[in-house]
């Protein structure tokens, strides 16, 4: 499983139009309203690169009102649950 983080930036006054549609694209399985040099950050998580190669461009891009997009692919996943259970284990419960 590949999860990308798609920093948008986008026409303020369609901010909410274009989180629900950029959210009704496969693969994406999250989209955030931000504070910051950037206005919504899109979570995919898809099976490929190939898959983000197509998402991106080809569909997410395409939505009215983006003006620009940054993709950063993820390496590791940390999570504040992966790290409580790596930390309690032997502990009771």
């Not at 948008?8 to 931000?34: H, R, T």
């Not at 206005?39 to 197509?54: K, N, P």
């Amino acid at each position: 499983m590949i999860t990308a983080i798609v920093f948008i930036k986008a026409d303020v006054a369609q901010i909410p139009e274009i989180a629900e549609q950029i959210a009704a694209l496969e693969g994406v399985s999250e989209v955030y309203s931000v504070t910051g040099e950037v206005d919504l950050i899109a979570m995919l998580r898809v099976h490929d690169h190939e898959q983000v190669a197509s998402l991106v461009p080809d569909h997410l891009n395409k939505i009215a009102g983006i003006k620009s997009t940054e993709t950063h692919i993820a390496f590791r996943t940390y999570s504040r649950h992966d790290l409580e259970a790596a930390f309690s284990l032997g502990a009771p419960q």
